[in-house]
Every structure is written in structure tokens, then in C-alpha cells.
């Protein structure tokens, strides 16, 4: 595609549900990364994957955050037993394997 | 802790004018800096980056400095333009293939 795309844009979660965030990178960029902003902060590192294989999953703050990639294509955030604190904006970026991110739009989850 | 830091929240500059934004890093290792800016519901794009092994990169009207030995960068933006009035995140990584650590952004308004 033209740009990274991400779905769903807003999500609205009661505390304890589980939600699904999707990241559509550019065709054939091989590396993915998922960031994480909380309002008035800049993006955190969550995790990164060249084409299939996670290599860095350091910041994933708990296990209740898991990310996958099944296909070294599009990729999935998972947050289980949400909390109100993981309300932010989950932003996907993919490059061709040069140091330039390109970010989608980013997704705004808010937990009640 | 913060490996990068933006320490003004927000600046304010009249249209014509020059911006200086500042960023200052901890990390030794990190190898090359970029600027990012951001609008609002808009995933960060790419604006200018540098390596280590240089202290000045100019593209039209953005010029970033790096001064290795004060681990100190700033971003200049010249003549400012109400255009330009968005968030802008200065941001590190160890190796041109490492994750990009990003500062918490400084917010600039340009005044016409």
C-alpha cells in the first residue's frame, strides 16, 4: 500500500477486556515496530520484527502485551485484561531496513 | 530514565523568524539522530537526520547541529512558517538497524 495503515483508529475497551490493534505495513518493507504514546509523551518502544521473527519485545510493559507477525507482513497487538492505564496511542512504523520510520496514524485506545 | 530529553514543552515564534529546538541525550552509544514532526491525528513524519560523524545537515529550510562532545542537538528552522507549527520529536538510535528512541517533543507554534 501507499503508507502504513492501522485499524481500528479509536477503540474504546471497559477495564479487563482484550483488545486487538492491526498494523498494515508498506509492501515489502521488512522490518515493523510498534511505539506507544501516552498523551503529552513521545513515542516508547514496544517491540520490533524483521519479517516474521520478533527480535525485541523489551518493552512490552507486562504480559498482558503480545505482538505478532505471522507472515513477515501484517501485524497484530494484543492487550489482554486491559487497564486504564494502557490508554494511549499505539502507533505501528515499518521501513525497508534503512533508519526511517514510516508511521501510520496510530490507533487511540481508551480503557474505562 | 530518559535517554533523550526536549526540556522546552513548547515554543513560540513569529512567522519569518528563526526556531532553535533543543535535545540533549544521555547515551554515548547512539550513533545517529533524527527530527520527527507530528500533527495532530497524524502518525510522526520524517523530517532530517544526522550521523555522528557530522556535526551539521541542512536541507532547505531545516538545518540540525549535533554537538557530539555536549551530547547536544538542536533543529533549525528557517524562515518559519505557520505550516510548520506541530510537534516535533528529536530521536536516537545505538546503529542505523536499531530501535529509535524518541524524546517527549516540543510543541511549536509560528505566529503570522
Known amino acids: 500500500g501507499a503508507g502504513v495503515s492501522q485499524s481500528p483508529r479509536y477503540k474504546v475497551a471497559k477495564r479487563g477486556q482484550d483488545v486487538a490493534l492491526r498494523c498494515d505495513p508498506i509492501s515489502g518493507h521488512v522490518s515493523l515496530f510498534w511505539y506507544q504514546q501516552a498523551l503529552g509523551q513521545g513515542p516508547e518502544f514496544l517491540t520490533y520484527f524483521q519479517n516474521e521473527a520478533q527480535l525485541d519485545k523489551s518493552g512490552l510493559p507486562s504480559d498482558r502485551f503480545f505482538a505478532e507477525r505471522p507472515e513477515g507482513s501484517v501485524s497484530t497487538l494484543k492487550i489482554q485484561r486491559t487497564q486504564q492505564e494502557d490508554s494511549a496511542v499505539y502507533l505501528c512504523a515499518s521501513t525497508s531496513g534503512a533508519n526511517v520510520l514510516t508511521f501510520g496514524a496510530g490507533s487511540r485506545l481508551t480503557v474505562l | 530514565d530518559q535517554q533523550v530529553k526536549q526540556n522546552s514543552p513548547s515554543l513560540s515564534v513569529q512567522e519569518g523568524r528563526i526556531s532553535i529546538l533543543n535535545c540533549d541525550y544521555t547515551?554515548?552509544?547512539?550513533?545517529?539522530f533524527l527530527w520527527y514532526k507530528k500533527y495532530p491525528a497524524e502518525g510522526p513524519t520524517f523530517l532530517i537526520s544526522?550521523?555522528?560523524?557530522?556535526d551539521k545537515n541542512e536541507d532547505g529550510r531545516f538545518t540540525v547541529f549535533l554537538n557530539k562532545s555536549a551530547k547536544h542537538l538542536s533543529l533549525h528552522i528557517v524562515p518559519s512558517q505557520p505550516g510548520d507549527s506541530a510537534v516535533y520529536f528529536c530521536?536516537?538510535?545505538?546503529?542505523?538497524?536499531?530501535?529509535?528512541?524518541f524524546g517527549p517533543g516540543t510543541s511549536l507554534s509560528v505566529i503570522p
Open positions: 547515551n554515548s552509544m547512539f550513533d545517529y
Open positions: 530521536a536516537a538510535m545505538k546503529t542505523s538497524y536499531d530501535k529509535v528512541i
Open positions: 544526522i550521523s555522528s560523524i557530522k
